[in-house]
Structure formats: structure tokens, C-alpha cells
T-cell receptor, first 118, second 110 residues
Framework: GAGVSQSPSNKVTEKGKDVELRCDPI?????LYWYRQSLGQGLEFLIY????????KSGLPSDRFSAERTGGSVSTLTIQRTQQEDSAVYLC????????????????FGPGTRLTVL | GEDVEQSLFLSVREGDSSVINCTYT??????LYWYKQEPGAGLQLLTY?????DMKQDQRLTVLLNKKDKHLSLRIADTQTGDSAIYFC??????????FGTGTRLTVIP
């Protein structure tokens, strides 16, 4: 497809289980970003990738959260031992480049994965 | 750290102008953005402004930036029911990631 896709669109899990969220960026985009949108709050930056490496992991809320990107394309965000406070919409975005472009390096967002932890 | 604030709700009548306000804290912001999120959809970039500009107009949208007060606004002229959505202000203070506000839910009353 032409846009950023994410799967699953909805995920319901039990507290303590691990979950894996997937993001397929736009082909050719080198940068990939993960954000979390909680009810009544703004978007919280989690992590970004330039290629396969993640220079900035400062936004990950705890060591239960990890992310990887392979082949400069697909990324997975893994949450181990999920907690109820992890319930949120997890948004992925990609951009053609990172930093320095005059047009602002527009980030294109996927539709998100709604995670509900019971 | 960066802090971006917006009011949570705004209601306007169809045909009126909407003004959505945003304040930010990081004076080193390079770009400031407005994103729109419709129900069940991802975020869509509406417009952005470079920090050395004070105004940008794009059809029905006008962005005003007061860098001294760190205040950004989005004006939507002739607001339509299709403009009902959540509008996020965001700043790009570092090299890459964006810092978003809480979003303002715009409701357009027919």
C-alpha cells in the first residue's frame, strides 16, 4: 500500500502477557517513529529509528518496552508483562529523512493499534 | 523538557472561524506543526511553520506564530462539519521526534 500500515488494528490482552505490535512504513522512508496516545493525553514519543538503529530510546516508559527494526523497513514494538496502564493507541510514523530538510521531514502516520490490557 | 499545551475542547458554528491555540516551552524549536486526527484514523499533517516565520496561509488555514510568547495558533476560516476532529500542535525541538500537545477536539455545530 501507499501509506503506513500497522497491525493488528486492535489487540486485547490479559495483564502479564507479552504483545507485539507491527509497523510497515512507507517504502523508501528511512526514519520510523513510535508514539503512544493515551486517553485524554497527547501523543507521547517512544522511540525512533534511523535505518535499523535507534539513536534515541529515551521515551520508552520502562524496560518492559523494546523495539526493533530489520532491513530498514518493518518495525515491531514489544511490550512484555503488559500492565493496565499500557492500554493506549500505539501510533507509528515514517519520514523520508531525518533532520535538516527545509520542508520539515513530514511524518506520515499509520492508523494505530489500539491495545487494551484487561 | 518540552511541554506543549492546548485547550481540550472547542465548539463553533458551521461557517464561523475556528481558532485553536497552542503554547510551547522550547525556544529552540525549529518547526511547529498542526496535525488533524479524524475518528479512527491516524494523524494527518495539515500544515507546518518554520520558526523564523510569523504567519503562513494555506487556503482556509492560517497559522500565526508569536515566537516571543511561544504561542502558535491555527485559524480555520468558514469552518465546515468535515473539520470536526482533534487537532494536535507539535514542535520539533530536537533532530527528529515531535512533541505533541494533548489535542483540541473541535466540534462544528451545523
Amino acid at each position: 500500500g501507499a501509506g503506513v500500515s500497522q497491525s493488528p488494528s486492535n489487540k486485547v490482552t490479559e495483564k502479564g502477557k507479552d504483545v507485539e505490535l507491527r509497523c510497515d512504513p512507507i517504502s523508501g522512508h528511512t526514519a520510523l517513529y513510535w508514539y503512544r496516545q493515551s486517553l485524554g493525553q497527547g501523543l507521547e514519543f517512544l522511540i525512533y529509528f534511523q535505518g535499523n538503529s535507534a539513536p534515541d530510546k529515551s521515551g520508552l516508559p520502562s524496560d518492559r518496552f523494546s523495539a526493533e527494526r530489520t532491513g530498514g523497513s518493518v518495525s515491531t514494538l514489544t511490550i512484555q508483562r503488559t500492565q493496565q496502564e499500557d492500554s493506549a493507541v500505539y501510533l507509528c510514523a515514517s519520514s523520508f529523512s531525518v533532520g535538516g530538510r527545509a520542508d520539515g521531514d513530514e511524518q506520515f502516520f499509520g492508523p494505530g493499534t489500539r491495545l487494551t490490557v484487561l | 523538557g518540552e511541554d506543549v499545551e492546548q485547550s481540550l475542547f472547542l465548539s463553533v458554528r458551521e461557517g464561523d472561524s475556528s481558532v485553536i491555540n497552542c503554547t510551547y516551552t522550547d525556544s529552540s524549536s525549529t518547526y511547529l506543526y498542526w496535525y488533524k486526527q479524524e475518528p479512527g484514523a491516524g494523524l494527518q499533517l495539515l500544515t507546518y511553520i518554520f520558526s523564523n516565520m510569523d504567519m503562513k496561509q494555506d487556503q482556509r488555514l492560517t497559522v500565526l506564530l508569536n515566537k516571543k510568547d511561544k504561542h502558535l495558533s491555527l485559524r480555520i476560516a468558514d469552518t465546515q462539519t468535515g473539520d470536526s476532529a482533534i487537532y494536535f500542535c507539535a514542535e520539533k525541538a530536537g533532530a527528529n521526534n515531535l512533541f505533541f500537545g494533548t489535542g483540541t477536539r473541535l466540534t462544528v455545530i451545523p
